[in-house]
């Protein structure tokens, strides 16, 4: 019978399905909802399952971006293609304003970086704008202390995360209560893989932003990674771009995102590429991470993504 | 490829985190650098191999306890199969995180040391384990290394865990002798232990059942967003969007809407991708009805012909999950049932149970961080629900204490009871 050939989801659907669930619960449930959107593949993923959780309405809550002001122009481009598509309302939260009104203070050297300055800005913009609840694109398959937290995250007045005190989440059935002034941090694509999300945008045929090809590109090595060359980044004096074939497996800042060497010219390239790889994303990719073992963990404390 | 969710759990020190550091190992899902790091953190600790342990165990204080607190989630995949794995905690003071990583599992692959054999945790994992309908269950008697892979003891453990399952609902239950630190029947099967026939860890759960963990009979859409897009080109539209909780849902359905009792069609089912034929858990869809009735959010849209349970004095299972307060009776609470939020007062604790035993304490007047029990409670608004055995999706609840806004109890129900005078003050 057909029946039983119907009743066995592939993974995808069931990630999608779990996905759609989580967007609409936080959509029903909350006020005033934001979802964060980078211009990366996995928050370009999470707008489409928002698009099609609300079809045939629109996306009943505005796009916000924490803008680095160190952004790729390609993923700037695109992000302003998408919201005019969708008919969504934009949010920016700009590092560059909060350095200009002296509320921040820019690092300098060579390894300069506003990482660390998206944070006091992405919780401001939440403030602002009142959010009860973020949407966020993490996977907990990236980092160590992703892999720990749910997909309902609490996050106190100051946006702290504390995973020593995480509430139990049971089945589907997300508690979002909180108080004046704390809000949620909700991260629909927990159980996604950097292969799933490969997998779905080429099954459903998701443009993205052409970095995430192969492309020929000016870059130098620093610490065993390929660094873009930019007029925003400074340079050792052993430092010497050269042009290079090169992809980009995700999508940060300028000066914190490094190239890999790829030929992957299309999707299906670059699943080819991903499924023979030796390295995780963010250890190829991510000078952000290398701090130190718990470098991920103490940046959510404080109330990082 | 389908996807298969399994919880290890089992006591501390069981090696739980080392069994799933060799599963991801043996099947290449560790990264180098991943690798890398753990190697150089186990190398600076002056430990002798590379301690398995660190790929799972991700906070700061873990790492410093050498415990796990939070449950971990990994994925793996083979050729055959997707698997998320969710490590859960073995000390009991964490038993509300082996629930939650345990709550959607298909499967709980409990872990026993084969030199303790089956201890109080073990029991209760287990327990716990059917509790939550997980449909089968995995022992892994662990570091057989250590008891000279001796046939006698693997099987002392089995038939003593055999005897006290016999007292559980569980129905599927394999026993794999292995070594998860030299990776004996783990990937592969193990040169050491030829007396042993089954297949080795990895291989079964390749093979079993997924589909098992969804009641495909009865239809059940627990309404989650009245989909109403504004627009001049869809202006009429309504749509009532949610997860199938259960059944196989098709257009031309005669279904009734819950509580109300008003009747129905199914006109179609959508998504963005275009219309389904068929609707099965756990798919997100949007359903349309025929006739213009009112349902909003927290309504269940189930098949007329087979109906669930309407009511609002029920008795379920709850298991406890804070220390601030104990359960008792005339406690009120927020209850989240489907889509649906209303508040409870606990009318009666009927029994406490006893681990170790099975037995049920029926003098119990209360319930303490991780006891489970039998409660009674009355709902402010009735619930539409079937017994937890029979849908996981339409027989759970979460209990929310309203002064915190903490999850602080998980419930299974078990039906309803007979109408009675109210005792324990009005709601």
């Known amino acids: 019978m057909a029946t039983a050939a119907i009743k066995e989801l592939t993974h995808l659907q069931t990630l999608e399905a779990e996905s759609l669930h989580i967007i609409r619960e936080v959509a029903a449930e909350f006020e005033r909802p934001g979802l964060l959107f980078s211009g990366g593949k996995d928050s370009i993923v999470m707008l489409r399952l928002a698009e099609k959780a609300f079809w045939p309405a629109r996306i009943p809550f505005p796009v916000v971006h924490i803008d680095t002001g160190h952004n790729f122009p390609e993923v700037m481009a695109y992000r302003d293609k998408r919201v005019a598509e969708l008919g969504v309302k934009l949010i920016v939260g700009s590092v560059q304003e909060a350095i200009d009104a002296g509320k921040l203070v820019e690092e300098t050297g060579p390894r300069a970086s506003r990482n660390r300055l998206q944070t006091p800005v992405l919780l401001e913009t939440i403030e602002k704008a009142q959010f009860d609840a973020v949407f966020g694109g993490a996977r907990r398959d990236e980092e160590k202390a992703r892999a720990k937290e749910r997909v309902y995250s609490f996050r106190d007045e100051f946006g702290q995360w504390d995973p020593k005190n995480q509430r139990p989440e049971l089945w589907d059935l997300y508690n979002g209560r909180h108080r004046r002034g704390e809000h949620i941090r909700v991260f629909p694509l927990s159980n996604w893989t950097e292969l799933d999300i490969w997998q779905y945008i080429l099954e459903d045929e998701i443009e993205i932003p052409s970095i995430y090809f192969a492309h020929e590109r000016n870059v130098f090595q620093r610490d065993g990674m390929w660094m873009a060359e930019t007029p925003l980044m400074e340079m050792l004096p052993n430092e010497h771009p050269a042009p290079r074939l090169v992809r980009y497996r995700t999508v940060g800042d300028m000066t914190c995102t490094a190239a890999v060497d790829s030929d992957a010219r299309s999707v299906e390239q670059v699943i080819a590429e991903i499924a023979a790889t030796r390295l995780t994303e963010r250890g190829a990719s991510r000078a952000d991470d290398k701090f130190s073992e718990a470098a991920m963990e103490d940046r959510k404390r404080e109330g990082y993504f | ?427």
């Open chain 2, 1 to 427: 490829m389908e996807l298969l969710r399994f919880a290890t759990v089992g006591s501390v020190d069981d090696g739980k985190s080392t069994l799933i550091g060799r599963l991801l190992y043996d099947s290449k899902s560790i990264m180098q650098d991943t690798w890398d790091a753990i190697e150089h953190t186990s190398e600076v600790r002056g430990e002798e191999y590379v301690n398995l342990a660190l790929i799972t165990d991700g906070l700061r204080a873990e790492r410093e306890q050498g415990i796990t607190i939070d449950v971990a989630y990994r994925y793996f995949a083979t050729p055959k199969r997707k698997f998320i794995i969710a490590d859960t905690p073995g000390h009991v003071q964490y038993t509300r995180n082996m629930v939650t990583g345990a709550s959607t599992a298909h499967l709980a692959l409990i872990l026993i040391d084969a030199r303790q054999g089956v201890v109080e945790q073990s029991r209760r994992h287990a327990f716990i384990s059917s509790l939550l309908g997980i449909p089968h269950l995995v022992v892994c008697v662990n570091k057989m290394d250590l008891v000279d892979f001796a046939q006698d003891r693997f099987e002392a453990v089995r038939d003593d865990f055999a005897s006290f399952a016999e007292k559980l609902d569980a129905t599927d239950i394999t026993y794999i002798p292995i070594s998860a630190l030299n990776g004996d029947n783990v990937v592969d099967r193990s040169e050491a232990m030829p007396w042993y026939q089954g297949p080795a860890l990895l291989e079964h759960l390749e093979q079993v059942e997924v589909a098992a963990a969804e009641d495909l009979e009865d239809g059940r859409f627990p309404v989650q967003y009245v989909i109403r897009p504004m627009r001049s080109e869809y202006h009429d539209y309504r749509g009532y969007a949610g997860t199938v909780a259960g059944g196989m849902l098709r257009a031309g359905d005669a279904v009734t809407v819950l509580p109300s009792g008003r009747s129905s069609r199914i006109e179609a089912i959508e998504t963005f991708d275009g219309p389904v034929d068929v609707a099965v858990p756990p798919m997100s869809v949007t359903v349309r009805l025929a006739d213009d009735v009112d349902v909003s959010r927290g309504n269940m849209i189930v098949a007329s012909a087979r109906q669930p349970i309407v009511a609002d004095t029920v008795e379920a299972w709850i298991c406890w999950m804070t220390d601030r307060t104990r359960l008792q009776p005339g406690m009120r609470l927020a209850i989240k049932h489907t889509t649906h939020t209303a508040r409870a007062l606990i009318t009666r604790i009927c029994s406490r149970l006893e681990i170790n035993t099975l037995a049920e304490d029926i003098d119990a007047d209360g319930l303490a961080l991780n006891e489970i029990g039998r409660v009674e409670l009355r709902t402010t608004e009735p619930l539409a629900f079937d017994s937890y055995r029979q849908n996981r999706h339409t027989g759970s609840f979460i209990l929310i204490d309203e002064a915190t806004n903490a999850t602080v109890g998980a419930g299974m129900l078990l039906g309803a009871l007979p109408e009675t005078p109210p005792e324990g003050g009005t709601l």
